[in-house]
């Protein structure tokens, strides 16, 4: 079975900084994207960065020029770095792989349990 465990997360004031950290384990085959995806209460999970295998990246307009995501495909983790948080920026934030384990016939998505962070004003 693939996991995808997050690391990091917690309070900080708003301008402060956070990095989460997640890493994928099990019988991998292959990960094609790696990234962060998060809820705010009563809202729908939204992109916040992700990462292609080719190392094309992708970021959501409300954090490009905050927030930094980098992956190790060595490894299999995926990080991100986030500056000069924001009040809005308050949601649980999730891990997100796109793997193809070798027990299946085709790439999967796979979701963290999620880790909040919330930024105060």
């Known amino acids: 079975q693939v996991q995808l465990v997050e690391s990091g997360g917690g309070l900080v004031q708003t301008g402060g900084s956070l990095r989460l950290s997640c890493a994928a384990s099990?019988?991998?085959?292959?990960?094609?994207?790696m990234g962060w995806y998060r809820q705010a209460p009563g809202k729908q999970r939204d992109l916040v960065a992700t990462?292609?295998?080719?190392?094309?990246?992708k970021y959501a307009d409300s954090v490009r020029g905050r927030f930094t995501v980098s992956r190790d495909n060595a490894k299999n983790t995926v990080d991100l770095q986030m500056d000069n948080l924001k009040p809005e920026d308050t949601a649980v934030y999730y891990c997100?792989?796109?793997?193809?384990?070798?027990?299946?016939?085709?790439?999967?998505?796979?979701w963290g349990q999620g880790t909040p962070v919330t930024v105060s004003s």
């Open positions: 997100y792989g796109l793997i193809w384990p070798r027990t299946h016939l085709a790439f999967s998505a796979f």
């Open positions: 990462v292609i295998d080719n190392g094309d990246i």
């Open positions: 099990g019988n991998i085959g292959s990960i094609k994207t």
